[in-house]
């Protein structure tokens, strides 16, 4: 323990082993507890050093909670490993103010107060780094506080000078400076905390049904032709389900049966045949060439393409011929399936990892390194969870210590400690529990839990659907839940994301399931984008407007600085984010309120209550703000009537405009 404690430092992640992380431009909260014994006031700094070298020095602020926390905001712009240690000291200035304040006015030892404030102010002023013109109004202060000829009203005039205690703020007198321990901040791409995601199966992309009643599979050629529409409305990844061989053995047929026509493509998470395994692409999709060709498409349209890493294989993929160690064999001699009882997935065999490790970490690392080859840098990971945690602190701490752009999300749908260690570990996205969080009082507890609690280590990437995931609140919420999920997760997380038919609104599910009907897992989709699109069916012009929000409003693209606010009505969420001025790309303030009717079968109408101190302006002054959906303005206060009918428009998007 220093002479003035430092404990409890952020960001950080539990237990100390791991480095927290952020995203070139985050607003990072850097916050530490510190205080003293007595009376005495202190001052904290943040030392933060670059990965070139650069230093620099940040006075953090008391956020006055009764905690003694201190927090100061920085934005890393340059990516690599930073190091920072806070530095607490004695602020004599500090203390002397507040003790002169009271004094002073009292007529209490004022003598001496004015006495020690100038001696005080003689030191500062005798420091040759400070420029001449502040020394000169230091001394010059110094001056009149043992002046005779003036008052202490004239004093007070000195105590209570803003220019003064800018100088002290800037400059201050440091007296018994404790260092924390040196800290790593591990700063990554924007991308690796910062998108909109839309995956699609490129299978169904471009597929025709034949004269004979067939489907013809369409191909990575056809599958070009939908990224112009991905890119217009306004997604910055395209994802793609595994694009390699499906095996033959045991493959599945629609709605998950066990027995396949010829015609029955299989699931792509049944990876491996005799035309390959993970290093291979699916014949009917075409050519390895044909991939970068995609990839190459993509990114004329400003699209990255995320691929999926799925560690596992069917039953006739290379692997079980070629290195049978590698799964688990049953006592009968057959191969274990995958299971998760009482499903079990006979068309895929789970690998086991104890058996010969050094050479399953040989082959997938040979494997991620040629899709690395082929382009991509973005790797969204099957189940991580049901693979050794250590792993995946190897193999991602390998990829990117050669690709050090490389992005790996986790699909880690599981229990809250695997769900943050594989955060720990590496992965620099994780799926999420926001799938099932729909009630006010849910959704509350969990923006809470990710923009702050683990923020400094697990960034959510807040998907609205998946191939497996059709939620009851989809399923029956109709057409408003669906604009609901949406803007939510558009506007709570900085990453989020949607499988293919969102806009269409496909919630018919099989039955007994949480999944769509006639699953696009085990089969061909058909769907008529353009038709939906002209009988007004499609939720396209939607999604491309709260992606042009997105775009225009950096607040949305910060994974912290959420609060929550009030509203007298419990299906009425109420949040906002706020992007100071110093950390904004235009270095102007930026406001998002975010009010939603969770509610998707109701109109509501209730008090909205907002503390708008956070974001500067004084509790009980009215401020203009802008519904950037339906371009609505109203002036607003700290108690303001709503008014949100699900069947119109259920989501309030509100900009607060004419902030300087």
């Known amino acids: 323990m220093g002479r003035i404690p430092l404990v409890l430092p952020r960001p950080s992640v539990p237990g100390g082993l791991f480095a927290p992380r952020a995203f070139l431009g985050e607003a990072v909260p850097f916050q530490i507890t510190a205080f003293r014994e007595g009376h005495d006031l202190i001052g904290v700094h943040l030392r933060l050093v670059s990965p070139s070298g650069a230093e620099t020095l940040h006075r953090l602020a008391p956020l006055n909670n009764g905690f003694d926390q201190w927090r100061v905001l920085v934005a890393p712009l340059e990516s690599g490993e930073w190091t920072f240690r806070f530095e607490a000291f004695a602020d004599e200035f500090a203390t002397w103010e507040h003790a002169a304040a009271l004094k002073i006015a009292a007529g209490v030892d004022s003598a001496l107060m004015r006495e020690i404030g100038a001696q005080l102010f003689e030191r500062a002023a005798a420091e040759k780094t400070r420029p001449a013109a502040d020394r000169k109004r230091l001394a010059a202060a110094a001056e009149r506080l043992r002046s005779p000829a003036h008052d202490d009203a004239d004093a007070l005039e000195i105590v209570h000078d803003e220019a003064i205690a800018a100088l002290f703020a800037s400059r201050p007198l440091r007296e018994l400076v404790t260092h924390s321990d040196e800290h790593t901040l591990i700063v990554e791409r ?4 910062v998108g909109a995601w839309y995956e699609f199966f490129p299978r169904s992309e471009g597929a025709r049904r034949l004269k004979d009643g067939s489907i013809k599979s369409g191909t990575f050629r056809t599958a070009i032709k939908r990224l112009p529409v991905v890119s217009d409305m306004g997604f910055d ?4 389900p595994p694009i390699h061989p499906i095996g033959e053995v045991n493959r599945k047929g629609p709605n998950n049966t066990l027995s396949a026509g010829p015609g029955d493509p299989g699931s792509p998470w049944a990876i491996g045949s005799r035309f390959g395994g993970h290093d291979a692409v699916h014949p009917d999709l075409g050519t390895l060439a044909d991939f970068r060709a995609f990839v190459r498409a993509a990114s004329a349209q400003g699209l990255e393409v995320a691929l999926d890493l799925a560690l596992q294989a069917a039953p006739d993929h290379p692997w079980v011929r070629e290195h049978p160690e590698w799964f688990t064999t049953l006592p009968d001699g057959s191969i274990a399936y995958a299971e998760n009882p009482p ?3 006979q068309d895929i065999y ?18 991620v390194r040629h899709w690395i080859a082929q382009g991509v840098r973005i790797f969204r990971v099957d189940n991580p969870h049901t693979k050794p945690l250590q792993f995946w602190e190897w193999l991602i701490a390998t990829v990117t210590a050669e690709t050090p752009d490389a992005v790996f999300l986790a699909e880690a749908f599981t229990r809250p400690a695997p769900l943050q260690a594989l955060a720990y570990s590496g992965f620099q996205q994780s799926y999420s529990y926001f799938t099932w969080r729909n009630t006010k009082a849910e959704l509350e507890e969990f ?19 998946t191939p497996d995931i059709l939620t009851e609140y989809l399923q029956y919420g109709g057409r408003p839940a669906y604009k609901v999920r949406a803007a939510l997760a558009a506007t709570a997380g900085a990453s989020y994301g949607v499988y293919a038919g969102y806009e269409l609104y496909e919630n018919v599910a099989r039955p007994g399931s949480e999944e769509n ?10 769907r008529d984008w353009e038709g939906a699109e002209a009988r007004g069916d499609s939720l396209r012009p939607y999604l491309t407007r709260l992606n042009e929000i997105r775009r225009a409003h950096p607040a949305l693209r910060q994974l912290r600085g959420l609060t929550i606010h009030w509203s007298d009505d419990d299906a009425i969420l109420v949040y906002l984010k706020h992007l100071p001025a110093a950390l904004s790309p235009d270095g102007t303030p930026d406001t998002i309120i975010v009010v939603a009717n969770v509610d998707p079968h109701s109109a509501r109408q209730t ?3 907002i503390d708008s101190a956070v974001f500067g302006v004084e509790s009980g002054t009215d401020y203009d703000v802008e519904d950037l959906i339906t371009g609505d303005r109203w002036t607003w206060n700290r108690d303001n009537f709503v008014r949100l009918d699900a069947f119109h428009e259920p989501v309030h998007i509100l900009h607060v405009r004419g902030q300087s």
């Open 350 to 367: 789970p690998i086991n990892f104890d058996n010969d490790p050094e050479g399953i970490r040989a082959e997938v690392l040979r494997i």
């Open 237 to 240: 990844v395209v994802y793609l």
């Open 607 to 609: 008090m909205v209550h």
């Open 447 to 465: 923006f809470a839990w990710i923009t702050d609690e683990t923020a400094d280590f697990m960034r959510p990437n807040l998907f609205v659907n």
């Open 517 to 526: 009907i006639d699953n696009e897992k085990y089969e061909y989709k058909l």
């Open 343 to 345: 499903k079990k997935y």
């Open 190 to 193: 924007e991308r690796a905390g």
